[in-house]
């Protein structure tokens, strides 16, 4: 689950199973990582919390470009279109986003739905259930 609204973000991390890895929360005034043995990590960045909490840093930045099919504003990035045009594949900030599915929301508008992003040992899947 992910909710993001202005600088706010609270992203909860679940394995493929479902269970729960983590919950992230932050806006400018800073972050916060609680793992479900209670454990809290604070700072004032996505980075350093994610690299602290995680092992890796996760791009919340880009994230939020990234779910749109959109590349993030201000970094140089290379991408290339599927064969309907939509978003195919996403290369930026070393990170590789890989759009397998869309969906329109409720004004039409064709969406990504399922993607796939890959770090050097990192690799996450993304569903995306619902637009609001």
Known sequence: RWSHAGDRDELDLASPLGQTVARLMGDARGVLLQTPDGKVET????????SRGLG???????????????????????????ADGAPGVLR??????????????ATGVSRPARMTLDYPGVELRLVIDAWQ
């Open 43 to 50: 700072a004032s960045d996505w980075t350093t919390l994610t």
């Open 92 to 105: 930026q900030d070393g990170w590789t986003i890989v759009y397998q599915a869309f969906v329109k929301d």
């Open 56 to 82: 890796w840093a996760l791009p919340v930045e880009g994230l939020a470009f990234w779910v749109q099919g959109a590349p993030r504003k201000g970094a140089p990035f290379t991408a290339e279109a599927g």
